[in-house]
């Protein structure tokens, strides 16, 4: 039973560790990237990749900041 227990407390902690990687991440897309989240992805709420793949598919007119950004995560 101990085993059990610790076991889903590791995945536990592992699946919020993720989480907040991919805050994270985002934050900084949404920080790099902010006039052309209102300009192309203003109707995306961001969150589960969605405001990365809007920004995606707009690539070939985003800035150079915004583009590396995008690219690296």
Same mark, same amino acid.
């Given at each position: 039973?101990?085993? @059990?227990?610790?076991? /889903? ?29 209102? +300009? ?14 809007? /920004?995606?598919?707009?690539?070939? @007119? ?6 590396? +950004?995008? +690219? +690296?995560?």
């Amino acid at each position: 039973m101990v085993t @059990r227990t610790a076991l /889903l407390s590791v995945l536990l902690i592992a699946g919020v560790a993720g989480a907040a990687i991919a805050q994270d991440e985002e934050t900084e897309v949404l920080a790099a990237c902010t006039s052309e989240y209102v +300009q192309f992805c203003s109707n995306v709420t961001p969150g589960r990749g969605r405001l990365k793949k809007c /920004l995606r598919s707009n690539i070939s @007119r985003l800035s150079a900041a915004c583009k590396a +950004q995008v +690219q +690296q995560n």
